[in-house]
């Protein structure tokens, strides 16, 4: 992520806006039609704005125009990224990705964000859960920049490079 995208987001979190919106913003444009025309250089100025303006809930239009005159709708991803990361954070919550091989069962999954918030000091945790039997066994857990990982296959390498060396 780039610090004008952190910027932007920023700034639309600050001004408040109803979910609706930022989502109504964010699928318009995840639209490659839409993202072509607003990022397009060819493009003029005054017929991006009526694009915005006839597509865009009033709330956002203003922001996108100034993404769009300054050339930043390629950040757009990015920015939306941000934007996620700071609603977390003002939740006091964490995202997390538990990628196994066996699925928890919904006790298991409970226990598992109860150790998340703990272990992070957060309200809440957005887990996400991923089959992987590339595993063979076990688990990763990833939080934030930090991975544990406990999978069989990961154990099997670090076994192979040991003998390997030997």
Do not use: W
Not at 41 to 56: A, C, D, G, M, T
Not at 129 to 153: A, C, N, Q, T, W
């Amino acid at each position: 992520m780039t610090v004008v995208a952190d910027n932007y987001a920023k700034v639309l979190i600050d001004m408040d806006i109803a979910e609706e919106s930022i989502e109504m913003m964010r699928e318009l444009l995840a639209n490659h039609e839409v993202f072509e025309a607003l990022g397009n250089p060819f493009v003029s100025r005054q017929n991006k704005h009526s694009v915005i303006e006839k597509l865009f809930p009033k709330a956002v239009c203003n922001f996108v125009k100034v993404m769009s005159d300054n050339g930043d709708i390629v950040l757009a991803d990015d920015m939306f990224q941000a934007y996620d990361q700071l609603v977390l954070d003002r939740k006091n919550m964490v995202r997390a990705t538990f990628t196994y091989v066996t699925k928890p069962d919904d006790a298991q999954v409970e226990k598992l964000k109860k150790l998340i918030c703990k272990q992070y000091g957060k309200d809440g945790v957005e887990l996400t859960l991923k089959e992987d039997p590339s595993l063979v066994g076990g688990f990763i857990l990833s939080v934030g920049d930090s991975m544990l990982d406990k999978s069989l296959r990961t154990s099997i390498l670090k076994m192979q490079r040991h003998f390997a060396v030997r």
